[in-house]
């Protein structure tokens, strides 16, 4: 599977103490790792969101290199 999308950095305040609180929730352990690990911005750290539009998928059960292609965007397989 692979997938292709569009990335966008991360920005403001409220966004990035959010998404930072929600990681320290999720991995504790990252107190022990980053120092100051708090829900607050950390320095030197890019949070990106990735919108996947097309998904890739493999299937080698239907021949070598057979794809098949889904628009995320568009609910459907793509042409």
């Given at each position: 599977m692979s997938a292709a999308g569009r990335a966008t950095?991360?920005?403001?305040s409220g966004e990035l103490e959010r998404v930072t609180a929600a990681f320290v929730r999720?991995?504790?352990q990252l107190k022990?790792?980053?120092?100051g690990a708090s829900?607050?911005?950390?320095g030197g750290i890019v949070f990106l969101?990735?919108?996947?539009?097309?998904i890739s998928l493999l299937d080698y059960r239907l021949g070598?290199?057979?794809?098949?292609?889904?628009?995320v965007a568009?609910?459907?397989l793509a042409p």
């Open positions: 950095m991360l920005a403001g999720k991995f504790p022990a790792m980053v120092p829900p607050m911005p950390w969101r990735i919108a996947p539009r097309v070598f290199g057979h794809t098949e292609l889904y628009d568009e609910g459907q």
